[in-house]
């Protein structure tokens, strides 16, 4: 067995205090969240149930959890489809030298050197503009159905879901273009010898090796959408998404049902990572399988 070097030893220290200030908060969550009914926020730890669950799904005061749930899976799918679709195009796009090209790849990456914050102020007020001038034009059209029934622009898959697209879609197009960099375009060029179209060249040939990385995004866009609080307060208007909600809940909640809550949704992060990584492992082995063959 080969000795240690000197240094080993203080580096495992500090990598060990490392890993328990950023995992040990999260399973100190996951302990207090299955205590029994007289259970608190704090040790020691009375009992083991899984009654703070039970009290979560019938609902935590007037706050629908349910429903800011799904709000929040539907909105992270819709975020993940798109960074995925449009960080692919980007990357395909890129591979060539295009006019103009610099500009917008400083100006779509910007907004992860803003304050979040900012972007959210800066999107809602876009909205509440929009909302102005469509209000005028109904006005002027004499419109007055139309007018009294329309709300506002800003919800879940409009202003709520841009703002979470400009936290995602840097991600995924700095992970493509990376990716495209090191990819061998000598690939293509064979299928096109052997006859295949544009399509049949992406589909057969490049998506299957970029698969891995596509499916790497979607975990991304999805878990960034996922728990955005910043991006997400200022510009999704009169509903709210899980995130929020439990923001709003930890100043109001008392109970073990908050931790509750926060296991669920950390278990959901969770599963979406590992799917994501069988995913990616089914690829690789499809992969040298067809290497193989």
Known sequence: MRERSPG?????????????????????????SFQGPDGGLTFPLRGFSLHWFR????????????????????????????????SVLAGLA????LRGGDALFYV???????????VSLGIGLQFRLLDGGIKSALETLGATT????????????TSALGAHLTWTLPFGLLIMFAV???????????????????????????????GPSVIGIGMFGFTLSWDEIARTSQAI??????????????STVTTPAIYALGTVTTVVSFLV?????GLAVLLGRRQGKGRKA
Do not use: C
């Open 55 to 86: 009290q979560l799904a019938e609902g935590l005061g007037t706050v629908d959890i349910g429903s800011a749930f799904l709000r929040s899976l539907g909105l992270g799918a819709v975020v993940m489809l798109l960074t995925v679709v449009l």
């Open 180 to 210: 495209f960099n090191r990819f061998n375009p000598a690939y293509e060029e064979a299928a096109r010898d052997l006859g295949a179209t544009r399509w049949q060249s992406f589909r057969h040939v490049v998506l299957p090796l970029i």
């Open 237 to 250: 208007g009169d509903v709210n998404t899980l995130p929020l909600e439990l923001q709003g809940l930890t």
């Open 273 to 277: 990572m590992g799917v994501t990584v």
């Open 146 to 157: 139309t007018l009294e029934g329309y709300g506002t622009a800003l919800g879940l898959f």
């Open 108 to 118: 779509t990456v910007a907004s992860l050197i803003m304050p979040s914050i900012i």
């Open 94 to 97: 890129f591979r060539k030298r």
């Open 8 to 32: 080993f030893w203080p580096l495992a220290f500090v990598f060990a205090l490392f890993v328990l200030f950023m995992y040990g908060p999260m399973f100190v969550i996951f302990v207090l």
